[in-house]
């Protein structure tokens, strides 16, 4: 898959509303929640323009690890919450996010570089449990 440096991206074979609550449940394992759930096809479609997908934005926070990061520089403010999403379109449901080590490269801290590859692993993992 095309840019895999950016984003961590995954198919599944379970439905859409499945993999969504899968998602709630793995989150919790791992003391993540979901902050807020933004159906973007629903939205799009309520002002007038439906699209043949379906998407989830799923906001996820870990209050220890916000609290965390946000002490070490709290400019990290303009990251949080992660985001994972869910789509469902030709192609069959997919869960992705954009990778925080990718995304924290631009701030050249060496202790946030370390925060977000351990959270982005930690990401991973739920994603890959719920699908």
Not at 59 to 72: G, I, Q, R, S
Not at 95 to 122: H, K
């Amino acid at each position: 898959m095309e840019h895999e440096k950016f984003h961590h991206t995954v198919k599944t074979e379970k439905s859409y509303q499945q993999v969504i609550s899968d998602l709630d449940a793995s989150l919790k394992e791992d003391k993540f929640g979901v902050q807020w759930s933004f159906a973007v096809h629903e939205k799009l479609a309520e002002k007038g323009y439906p699209i043949n997908k379906e998407i989830t934005i799923l906001e996820v926070c870990n209050p220890k690890e916000a609290a965390h990061v946000l002490e070490l520089d709290p400019i990290i403010s303009y990251f949080l919450p992660c985001k994972i999403v869910v789509t469902n379109d030709e192609s069959g449901v997919s869960v992705g996010m954009v990778r925080p080590s990718f995304m924290l490269t631009v701030m050249d801290n060496p202790d946030l570089t370390e925060f977000a590859q351990q959270v982005e692993n930690q990401l991973i993992a739920i994603i890959e449990r719920a699908v």
